[in-house]
């Protein structure tokens, strides 16, 4: 939506299926079909200025949101070999099979933008992951154990800002 007194908001959903026909002959998951993503963003932008009409200044609030399907990984064996250490012996014919657990996100920014003599100024503050959540980035397989962990996406993070434009 386009801003309208100062509100703005922003919808997106992409629902997919995506697969390949392996050499095997059967339709498989890709590792990117996780099926669904929604992302939304809301804001309100609060306008103010000096008397003089010389300075425009403005604070804005928002809040994005992602929301997606798990990323696909595929099931494989640990195989013990004889100098104590493991290798992944993978499943190809079930290759993408398995769904990790949903993305979910959701990041709030403040700004303050000050607009004098031609030159804009802004400041900000970004919290990205408001909520910690635990996003899975991969997994790892450990050699010496044959056990697999996952690494994790960043969690709750502070992001100041500040940019001059032109």
Same mark, same amino acid.
């Given at each position: ?8 908001? &922003? ?24 099926? &669904? ?62 769904? &990790? ?26 919290? *990205? ?19 697999? *962990? ?17």
């Amino acid at each position: 939506h386009f801003l309208n007194r100062g509100f703005y908001y &922003l919808l997106t959903t992409s629902v997919f299926d995506s697969k390949y026909r392996g050499s095997d002959n059967i339709l498989h998951n890709t590792a990117f079909n996780n099926n &669904l993503i929604v992302n939304g963003l809301i804001g309100k932008e609060f306008t103010f200025g000096s008397k003089s009409g010389k300075s425009k200044k403005s604070l804005s609030v928002d809040l994005k949101t992602t929301y997606s399907g798990g990323k696909r990984a595929t099931e494989f064996n640990a195989i013990q070999l004889p100098d104590d250490q493991y290798y992944q012996e993978f499943n190809d014919s079930k290759a993408y099979d398995l769904k &990790l657990k949903d993305y979910y996100r959701a990041d709030l920014r403040i700004g303050f933008k000050l607009n004098k003599f031609g030159v804009t100024q802004e400041w900000g503050i970004e919290i *990205t992951n408001l909520f910690n959540n635990q996003n899975i980035y991969g997994v790892n397989f450990n050699k010496e154990t044959g056990k697999s *962990t996952y690494t994790y996406q960043l969690g709750f993070m502070l992001i100041p800002q500040y940019r001059i434009i032109f």
